[in-house]
């Protein structure tokens, strides 16, 4: 497992995040346990969970089973409720207590709301700080600008900033490569990129015109079946690529995402033990540039605007420059 910065934090995570969204809800108590421990056994140091998982019960699990493993983890837990001032500091503690811990590693907002107040919200996690409670803040599902925003109050006021940005990013989902990514290399904000495998639609065992697999989450994910009918035929491509490759889809997917430098983590969250292998495996496969494009040319999902991107040939216009990672001299 190889180790990275996360972000401006001067911590060293392993690349690999385990995802617990499954704890308790997919898999239970001693399934997870035994997934957490052959996580670790493989070197992962760090561990995404949500006060809102299985309604508190995914960190209530953790919490039994970590045991004093948890000095040795990178923690990230997310605010539940709302994300004004009272529902953060309540939040926290009521994680702390269900995670038998004093403090997290990273404590993240779950998502904005419309009408949040970026003021009180940051006050709000810099006493969260100061307080022990957690070590960094950071932020989910944030737009580029509202980030910025945050960390501009931050800033002013001397309060932590937001170091993390956790995102959805996978070969389907690639909305974030036109903001948050290149902000996210200039700014040195550390992205962890959830739905690696997208729900499980990438790992093979979906094919459009077949019966959904039993037991999986296509099978009361809407989202999945919607992915499936518009993307059947580049899944079937992509499965086609991975078996000339000799290499599981899963893995090939989840080794997409952490192929781009602005990607910190990819969060790998299995329903069984079974599956954690694929996701371990995905750290030691390194695409070369051809089989990256190749891949990312299968599901041609890149977010397209209008306007000058129809003239290729002019090298400097605006939608590529909002994504070029390497616009900034270092
Ligand atoms: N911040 C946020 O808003 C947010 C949102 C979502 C998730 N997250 C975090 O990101 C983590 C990952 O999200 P995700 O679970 O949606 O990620 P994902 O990697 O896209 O999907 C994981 C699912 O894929 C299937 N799978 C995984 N490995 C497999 C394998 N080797 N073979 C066959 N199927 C396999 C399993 O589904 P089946 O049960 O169907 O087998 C598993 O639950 C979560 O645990 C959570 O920590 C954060």
């Known amino acids: 497992m190889n180790y990275i910065e996360f972000g401006t934090t001067g911590e060293q995570v392993s690349e690999m995040c385990l995802g617990t969204m499954m704890f308790g809800s997919r898999c239970d108590e001693t399934e997870s346990d035994r997934i957490l421990g052959a996580a670790i056994d493989h070197g992962v140091n760090f561990i995404d969970t949500a006060a809102m998982y299985a309604g508190g019960l995914t960190e209530e699990l953790l919490g039994r089973i970590m045991g004093s493993r948890r000095d040795n983890l990178f923690l990230a837990t997310k605010v539940h409720k709302g994300i004004d001032a009272a529902s953060i500091l309540t939040s926290i503690d009521e994680s702390l207590t269900r995670l038998r811990t004093d403090h997290v590693d990273l404590y993240l907002l779950h998502w904005p709301v419309p009408g949040m107040n970026p003021v009180e919200i940051m006050e709000a996690l810099s006493k969260v700080v100061a307080a022990g ?13 509202l980030l910025a925003h945050c960390n501009s109050i931050a800033a002013a006021n001397g309060w932590p900033r937001l170091v993390n940005n956790q995102v959805a990013y996978n070969i389907i989902e690639r909305g974030i490569e036109v903001e948050i990514l290149p902000q996210a290399v200039a700014e040195h904000i550390a992205i962890t990129a959830y739905r690696p495998l997208a729900m499980g639609l990438l790992t093979g065992k979906y094919r459009w015109g077949q019966p959904l697999p039993d037991n999986s989450r296509g099978q009361t994910s809407s989202q999945i079946i919607t992915w499936l009918s518009q993307y059947g035929a580049g899944l079937d491509r992509f499965i086609d690529f991975a078996a000339k490759l000799g290499v599981e889809p899963g893995v090939l997917a989840a080794a997409w995402v952490r192929y781009s430098p602005a990607v910190t983590s990819p969060i790998i969250g299995v329903s069984s033990l079974h599956q954690l292998q694929a996701g371990i495996d995905a750290f030691d496969c390194n695409l070369s540039v ?8 299968m599901f041609d999902t890149e977010v397209k605007e209008e306007g000058l991107q129809r003239f290729p040939g002019l090298r400097y216009n605006f939608p590529r420059l909002r994504r070029n990672l390497d616009l900034l001299g270092k």
């Open 133 to 145: 409670k957690a070590r960094f803040v950071g932020c989910c599902n944030f737009p580029a600008w």
């Open 290 to 297: 051809e089989e990256y494009d190749e891949i990312t040319w």
